[in-house]
């Protein structure tokens, strides 16, 4: 049975791959529940970010190019790279896993979903959505409120 489109790659990562990501992103968000003020450059820096996609697509389109182009000019040899980025993006189109993917994942890009709970963490803590926070009385911090509220 495959993933949902937006589970697709956290489910092929090690789970200690997206503890990490997740304990980030909320450690991110805990931040600036204490600054406030910093949120909306926060909010600019994260329409900035790329996404797992992307850096793939990228990294992709830029060695079908290459090989394509040393295929053409040097060696056809050359001409089994873009063949085999080929298939690695037809293997995550279809399964959501392609080998590239554990190595970007370790190196931190997320999901455009991971990326949007931060952003809506982050507004929800701005006071975009209304007030949010804990009660009086309960231990929960306004930040975990915030992720809770994003992961909804």
């Known amino acids: 049975m495959s993933s949902t ?19 980030e992103t909320a450690a991110r968000v805990r931040f ?28 992709a389109a830029s060695l079908t ?9 040097r060696d056809r040899r050359w001409l089994t790279l873009p063949a085999l980025v080929g298939g690695f993006l037809l293997q995550h189109a279809v399964q959501g896993w392609c080998p590239p ?21 982050l507004k929800a803590l701005r006071g975009d959505f209304g007030p949010i926070g804990p009660a009086d009385g309960e231990r929960d911090s306004k930040a975990s409120h915030a992720i809770q509220a994003a992961r909804l």
């Open 5 to 23: 489109t937006v589970d697709r790659v956290p489910a092929h990562t090690a789970e200690e791959i997206n503890r990490r990501i997740q304990q």
């Open 32 to 59: 600036f529940a204490e600054h406030p003020d910093r949120i909306g450059r926060r909010l600019r820096e994260l329409d900035e970010e790329w996404d797992i996609e992307r850096v793939l697509e990228a990294n």
């Open 65 to 73: 190019v290459l090989g394509t182009i040393f295929g053409i000019l």
């Open 101 to 121: 993917i554990p190595i970007l994942r370790r190196l931190g890009y997320r999901t455009p979903r991971e990326i949007e709970e931060e952003r809506v963490a």
